[in-house]
């Protein structure tokens, strides 16, 4: 049975208050046994948050990371630095880390390299742009993203690794991917792995879809046989909203 995930990424909103309030308000909420929930906070609130949520089924994962372990690297945040804190998941190869921070496959296939050797987990973010899906393009783009950011990684790895795929014309527009359409892109995410692989990896790993997934879409999406769960940008920021598309769970 795969994991059934729903991964929040607050990305660059919630200063220390805001974090503390929307986490006092996740923490009065029932959690669904069968569904593992998952808070992005920026850098600077992990600590605090995952002191809060110690003892609570909500983990707190990061948003980025470098690929060095350590070193001169102005501004910049490592792994050992992330589990030193309590953090044992990190989000890569988010579309907003590809496109404003010039994060490119090979840079993300070295980030997943320094995650995995420092015992984390990574959630790897891949999607096609609008053009590319004009264009047909799509299966090309992820197959291509997937292949050099992640299809290096021995067999063992793989149950380090969750998948979400995250087309870039769906985050923060509004617009959705159809349901039809996370679950062909789904399924071709979990053929490719498998012919790249083994079918039981395929068939193990979570797909998270991540693109203006809401409580009034959430459950259709998740409904699909491919689609493990999401991840969450703008929904997440508020608890009621985030409650109700790990509620809508419906499987
Ligand atoms: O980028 C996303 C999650 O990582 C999705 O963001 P939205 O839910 O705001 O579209």
Redesign the pocket.
Known sequence: MRKKIVAG?W?MNNDLSQTQDLLASLKTQVIPEDVSVMVGPSFTNLYQAFQSLKDHPIEVIAQNMHQSSEGAYTGEVSAPMLRSVGITTV?LG???RRAYFNENDALLAEKVNTALDNDMKVIF?FGEELDERKANNHFNIVKSQLEKGLFHISKEHWSNIVL?Y?PVW????GETASPEQAQEMHSFVRKTIASEYTSQIAENVSILY????KPNNAAEIFGKEDVDGG??????LDAQSFMAIVNGFGK
């Open positions: 990424n990305k989000i988010h579309s907003e973010c979400a995250e769906a985050i923060g527009t991540g693109g203006s997934v991840l969450i940008g703008g929904a997440a």
